[in-house]
């Protein structure tokens, strides 16, 4: 099994839905985080968490919000979708201890809004 | 704020050659470099993380470089094979803004 799992893999909606991306994982990290990924345009960091009580807005963090239910559990949702926001989502996570950034990603959610 | 470039944004080799992926950031400023690999309908595989205070990291055929004052890494594949067929990324850790900073990669193809 993987260590960080994203649900669904793909998911097609329509505009003005709500819809929630699922991300757990079994790594034990503290530090969790949701990207983005558009053609062209790179990864951009959406959220992230740094433990269960902290959330932070990344740098595209308008139109979404998030959840960190558990130390292993953080998802993300659109509160009324909207076509612009078609694109492949990413969670990850980091240690963060000791100074270890080093960054470990889910399989991906490709999200298309109709 | 940051910005990755990667050049060049594909790249065909013959099997066997050796090559090189470029990585270019603005901002000196980083905590450590990471190249991933992504493979179609797949995640990011992390290959290889350099502190700042490296100067360079290896594992197996790939040696990655970092020149943090010139603002470049390299990723240096040695003896391609069709397998190491994918998109390979580079992303920069900036602790201040506690993100990753990502280039938009290099797409590469390895013709048997």
């Known amino acids: 099994d993987a260590d960080v799992t994203q649900t669904p893999r793909n998911r097609i909606t329509k505009t003005g839905k709500r819809i929630m991306l699922e991300c757990s994982q079994t790594?034990?990290?503290?530090?969790m985080y949701w990207y983005r990924q558009d053609p062209g345009l790179g990864l951009r960091l959406i959220y992230y968490s740094f433990d269960v009580k902290d959330i932070n807005k990344g740098e595209i963090s308008d139109g979404y919000s998030v959840s960190r239910q558990a130390q292993a559990k953080f998802s993300l949702s659109l509160e009324s979708a909207i076509p612009n926001q078609t694109a492949l989502y990413f969670c990850?996570?980091?240690?963060?201890?000791?100074?270890?950034?080093?960054?470990?990603f889910g399989q991906g959610t490709r999200l298309t809004v109709v | 704020k940051q910005e990755v470039t990667q050049i060049p944004a594909a790249l065909s080799v013959p099997e066997g050659e050796n090559l090189v992926l470029n990585c270019s950031f603005t901002?000196?400023?980083?905590?450590?470099l990471q190249w991933f690999r992504q493979d179609p309908g797949k995640g990011l595989t992390s290959l290889l993380l350099?502190?700042?205070?490296?100067r360079e990291q290896t594992s197996g055929r790939l040696n990655a470089s970092l020149d943090k004052s010139s603002g470049r890494s390299t990723l240096y594949i040695a003896a391609s094979q069709p397998g190491d067929s994918a998109t390979y990324l580079c992303a920069v850790y900036e602790p201040g803004a506690n993100n990753l900073f990502f280039g938009t990669g290099t797409r590469l193809t390895v013709i048997p």
């Open positions: 901002d000196s400023a980083i905590y450590n």
């Open positions: 990850a996570t980091s240690d963060g201890k000791k100074g270890n950034t080093e960054a470990f």
């Open positions: 790594k034990g990290h503290d530090r």
């Open positions: 350099i502190q700042s205070s490296q």
